[in-house]
Structures are given as structure tokens and as C-alpha cells.
Nanobody, 129 residues
Framework: QVQLVESGGGLVPAGDSLRLSCAAS???????MGWFRQAPGKEREFVAA???????????YYADSVKGRFTISRDNAKNTVYLQMNSLKPEDTAVYYC????????????????????WGQGTQVTVSS
């Protein structure tokens, strides 16, 4: 199991940027990591994922709604995954959750397709119009 702690959320105006961080501990070798979000009254949705560098070269996968604006990356030395969010829109407002695959060597695409996951506690991102 992986323990995950998010940070970096906040309140920003539309068009601004934020970077979320997720510190992982526990069994992290070969684990794909990702970000999901949940807006008020909506279901949790996939945002982005990154495979383990040791297995799949750290390949990435994004939801269409954030492609070209958000970038996911990871620093294995720090056991940390990041989500750089640019050109933020009011519809990006949500609680953002970090997730880690329960099984090693999972693809980034599988992270958004029902793969069993460990979850962080979430961090609030609010984008004002």
C-alpha cells in the first residue's frame, strides 16, 4: 500500500497557474501515479496519470479536458508526483486527489480505467471567474 499526501491547492483567478504536489511513501517501486478530481455534485473523474519510469519510461496520459494545459511529472528520488496546471478555468474547480496504483507496472491509461488505487486526502483548487 502507498500513503499519499497532496499539497499546493488554493484559490486563483481564471488564466492563472497552480502546481500540485503529492508525496508518496510505502511501497512505491514500479507504481503508476495519477490525479483525479471531484467537483461539487459530480462524480470523481480522471485527470492525468504517469507510469513508473522504471517500467514504461514514465509515459503519461491525460483527460481530453486538460490536455495541453496540465502536465504531470514525477521525481522518483523524492517519491513525489506533480501536476502543473496552466490556463486554469472556473470549471477546473474541484477537490484534486492523488492516486497510486495498487499493482506495480500499471500503464498510465489503466489508471483511469478502473485500476485499483490508493488515495490521498485531497486538496481544494478553486478558480474564480
Amino acid at each position: 500500500q502507498v500513503q499519499l499526501v497532496e499539497s499546493g491547492g488554493g484559490l486563483v483567478p481564471a488564466g492563472d497557474s497552480l502546481r500540485l504536489s503529492c508525496a508518496a511513501s510505502g511501497r512505491t517501486f514500479g507504481i503508476a501515479m495519477g490525479w483525479f478530481r471531484q467537483a461539487p455534485g459530480k462524480e470523481r473523474e480522471f485527470v492525468a496519470a504517469i507510469a513508473a519510469i522504471s517500467w514504461n519510461g514514465g509515459s503519461t496520459y491525460y483527460a481530453d479536458s486538460v490536455k495541453g494545459r496540465f502536465t504531470i511529472s514525477r521525481d522518483n528520488a523524492k517519491n513525489t508526483v506533480y501536476l502543473q496546471m496552466n490556463s486554469l478555468k472556473p470549471e477546473d474547480t474541484a477537490v484534486y486527489y492523488c492516486a497510486g496504483g495498487k499493482r506495480p507496472f500499471t500503464s498510465a491509461q489503466a489508471m483511469g480505467a478502473g485500476e485499483p488505487l490508493d488515495w490521498g486526502q485531497g486538496t481544494q483548487v478553486t478558480v474564480s471567474s
